[in-house]
């Protein structure tokens, strides 16, 4: 299993139904978020919520590589070797990954993404992509949980991928590459949100981030789907 060690997730969310009393909703018009949170802040949970929230795929680097390294080692040929949970994907895979997923149909209108970027080459791309595709610079959504809280969660897990080492390596790979985002991206286009709340709350935070953000309204009175 190939994963992703940032935990960092795209969105570019497709537009929602508009009715005479409902605005915009801030996610509705193309623009592309990264969902930012260390591992076990519970990022997969808030990107799958706002999937299906939104109805827009999720594209998760980790499975688009799982799926990828099934098919090679189903191939006459293939190694059947899988790198170890933790390995990050090169940029170059990486890359050629998201190109190929956000190239088919049902992106057209925007899409969530899992695990990328976490590196100034594959930002680079994703600018790149952002605008051939005609959509809206990237927004950042950082889910802040202490280090101590991450561990306790990931521990709690019982994963055999999840030894104290694996975390604290886990934990520097992220705070390393959170760092490259906070520089690469303007704090104008930043929302921090509390990543130690009960995902409902977390959910309610990420989107009235993303109104002021965005300046769009129409979060209100839509239900919160359990993950």
Not at 22 to 33: D, I, K, N, R
Not at 50 to 71: C, F, N, Q
Not at 123 to 132: E, M, P, T, W
Request: aromatic content about 6%; overall charge positive; charged content about 25%.
């Amino acid at each position: 299993m190939i994963r992703t060690a940032t935990g960092y997730c795209l969105l570019a969310l497709t537009a929602l139904p508009l009715t005479v009393q409902a605005a915009p909703a801030p996610l509705g018009l193309g623009q592309v978020v990264i969902l930012v949170g260390p591992p076990g802040s519970g990022k997969s949970v808030q990107a799958r919520i706002l999937g299906r929230k939104y109805k827009v795929p999720v594209i998760s680097v980790a499975e688009l590589a799982r799926t990828a390294m099934g098919k090679h080692q189903a191939s006459p040929g293939g190694s059947g070797g899988v790198p170890n949970s933790g390995e990050l994907l090169s940029d170059e895979a990486a890359i050629e990954l998201i190109s190929a997923r956000a190239g088919q149909a049902d992106t057209g209108k925007g899409f969530i993404l899992d695990g990328y970027p976490n590196s100034e080459a594959q930002a680079k791309f994703l600018d790149s992509l952002v605008a051939q595709r005609g959509l809206q610079p990237p927004k950042v959504v950082v889910l802040d949980a202490p280090d101590s809280v991450v561990r306790e969660r990931m521990l709690k897990r019982r994963s055999v991928d999840d030894s104290p080492a694996n975390i604290d390596r886990r934990l520097q790979d992220y705070h390393r590459e959170e760092g490259f985002l906070n520089a690469w991206y303007k704090p104008a286009n930043t929302v921090r949100v509390d990543g130690t709340r009960e995902p409902a709350e977390v959910f309610r935070q990420i989107e009235e981030g993303l109104v002021r953000v965005f300046d769009r309204k129409g979060f209100q009175e839509r239900g919160v789907p359990k993950p």
